[in-house]
């Protein structure tokens, strides 16, 4: 089946058998691999895409479920060789950790700020509740978020760990 999609502002069609799972048809027919293969029961939150501008676990989407869709993946949150503040404020809050979770929580926390510009700490703990990290570290990738949704109010980051 043929499916069209526009993937980080750019347009593919191509031809798909039609179980092909998004997160599949992202890795390994567009090469977009920071989204990454988790538990594939859809789980642990690490294939998590913006699927019309809303978080998806891409391992619970058919790739002809999307087609028409816009989707962003990791790759797509960084313009003209400047980081989002999203990716930033992961860099600069540690919350990176070992990076296997953390494309699917920078699109969870963007699709979060998008709804929710200014979230307490306990709205973040509550808006990452469908990723897992297994590296036990949570506060970093919330500061994190915290440190990203005041650069996206127009504010600057919070000193490393700030508040």
């Known amino acids: ?3 069209t999609v526009r993937v980080n502002g750019k347009a593919y069609t191509m031809d798909v058998e039609p179980r092909t799972l998004l997160v599949y048809f992202l890795r390994e027919h567009l090469g977009l691999t920071g989204t990454h293969v988790g538990c594939d029961t859809s789980s642990c939150g690490a294939c998590t895409v913006l699927l019309n501008g809303k978080a ?3 391992c619970t989407v058919l790739a002809v479920q999307a087609d028409g869709a816009e989707i962003t993946t990791v790759e797509g949150l960084a313009r003209d060789g400047e980081l989002h ?3 930033r404020a992961f860099w600069e809050e540690h ?3 070992c990076g296997f979770c953390t494309p699917g929580m920078m699109l969870t926390a963007l699709d979060l700020l998008q709804r929710n510009p200014n979230p307490t700490d ?3 703990r509550h808006g990452l509740e469908g990723n897992l990290c297994r590296c036990t570290g949570y506060q ?3 500061n994190a978020i915290r440190s990203a949704a005041r650069m996206m109010r127009g504010g600057a980051p919070a000193a490393a760990g700030g508040r």
């Open 122 to 124: 306990e709205e973040i």
């Open 56 to 58: 998806v676990k891409s």
């Open 85 to 87: 503040p999203i990716q």
């Open 95 to 97: 919350g990176l950790q």
């Open 140 to 142: 970093h990738i919330v």
């Open 1 to 3: 089946m043929n499916v």
